[in-house]
T-cell receptor, first 109, second 115 residues
Framework: GQQVMQIPQYQHVQEGEDFTTYCNSSTTLSNIQWYKQRPGGHPVFLIQ?????EVKKQKRLTFQFGEAKKNSSLHITATQTTDVGTYFCAGQGYQKVTFGIGTKLQVIP | GAGVSQSPRYKVAKRGQDVALRCDPI?????LFWYQQALGQGPEFLTYFQNEAQLDKSGLPSDRFFAERPEGSVSTLKIQRTQQEDSAVYLC?????????????FGPGTRLTVT
């Protein structure tokens, strides 16, 4: 079945440093989505990537979808304490969406 | 408008009890998903509805789990004869359309504790 691996599982950064999380799927995806979950909260949709090689930016966040549509990354430039949370990728196959384990980001002020 | 709502927010059940978890999706959303999220893990897919049709229930862990969405709106996830391993947060998500545009909007979840 479809598997989505995400690394690293944990990341501690000093405020102002950059952060990247990577997502790899065992199968080609039709699209990939990224979500953020704050401690005690629920996943909140950030963005969806559909096209091979697609790059999207949201302020300090840059999302990439690989050429083979099997991997993706989220990069945060100059982290802030408000970026704290767990970032999940979710790869969509035919109909099912498979979530990665998430990367828990801690930002040290 | 209102987001996805779930009730109850917290449920404590004794092992062997039946529970029913409710999800009210965003009005007009066609797709509805149920996930199980254990502590420190990502959401694990349970089942998917498109309107009232349950198109995928491959993630339901056992025949003790049953979900329905009879009128294509509100959905209920029922767990019979709860076991301790059922303890988790159960998340419901809805989406406006289907397939390629499945950005999902999550509810706050129901935290189920089986004692």
């Amino acid at each position: 079945g479809q598997q989505v691996m995400q690394i690293p599982q944990y990341q501690h950064v000093q405020e102002g440093e950059d952060f990247t999380t990577y997502c790899n799927s065992s199968t080609t995806l039709s699209n990939i989505q990224w979500y953020k979950q704050r401690p005690g909260g629920h996943p909140v949709f950030l963005i969806q990537l559909v096209k091979s090689g697609e790059v999207k930016k949201q302020k300090r966040l840059t999302f990439q979808f690989g050429e083979a549509k099997k991997n993706s990354s989220l990069h945060i430039t100059a982290t802030q304490t408000t970026d704290v949370g767990t970032y999940f990728c979710a790869g969509q196959g035919y109909q099912k969406v498979t979530f990665g384990i998430g990367t828990k980001l801690q930002v040290i002020p | 408008g209102a987001g996805v709502s779930q009730s109850p927010r917290y449920k404590v059940a004794k092992r062997g009890q039946d529970v029913a978890l409710r999800c009210d999706p965003i009005s007009g959303h066609v797709s509805l998903f149920w996930y199980q999220q254990a502590l420190g893990q990502g959401p694990e897919f349970l089942t998917y509805f498109q309107n009232e049709a349950q198109l995928d229930k491959s993630g339901l862990p056992s025949d003790r789990f049953f979900a329905e969405r009879p009128e294509g709106s509100v959905s209920t996830l029922k767990i019979q004869r709860t076991q301790q391993e059922d303890s988790a947060v159960y998340l419901c998500a809805s989406s406006l359309v289907r397939r390629e545009r499945l950005e999902q909007y999550f509810g706050p979840g129901t935290r189920l504790t089986v004692t």
